[in-house]
């Protein structure tokens, strides 16, 4: 090779790093933060209280808010399941209504689960 072959490699070279440099990450659409372990551990049995889970959510949810990113897809959900365990049907039907919101095409399955509920809930 040349002298002046090199020099060109070696320019288009340092025009690729320094390109490469001042791109920027694209932002993630989502904020998953602790909610994948925290589901994990809740599939495995290894979860601790419900209570103690809603809270480690409710921080994931605050935190996703303050990052202004979706939470992820069945956050709201997952926190509806907890809350109607501990009895919190109006709280839980709220996440409920809002994991529907942000994710539409849950919007049948979150009907079912709505439906139910209230079935549930003048049955007794």
């Known amino acids: ?69 979706l939470p992820p897809p069945g956050l709201h959900g997952h926190m509806a399941l907890l809350n109607a365990r501990l009895g919190r049907s109006e709280e839980s039907r709220r996440h409920l209504e809002r994991e529907r919101q942000l994710f539409p095409e849950s919007a049948q399955y979150i009907d079912m689960l709505l439906r139910n509920a209230q079935k549930s809930s003048s049955a007794s």
């Open 1 to 69: 090779m040349s002298k002046g072959s090199h020099m060109k490699t070696a320019a288009a070279l340092a025009l690729t790093l320094l390109l490469g440099a001042c791109a920027t990450a694209p932002k993630p659409l989502y904020h998953w933060g602790s909610y994948q372990p925290a589901l994990y551990a809740h599939f495995k049995g290894d979860d601790a209280k419900a209570q103690e889970l809603l809270d480690k959510l409710q921080v994931q949810l605050a935190e996703t808010q303050q990052s202004n990113l």
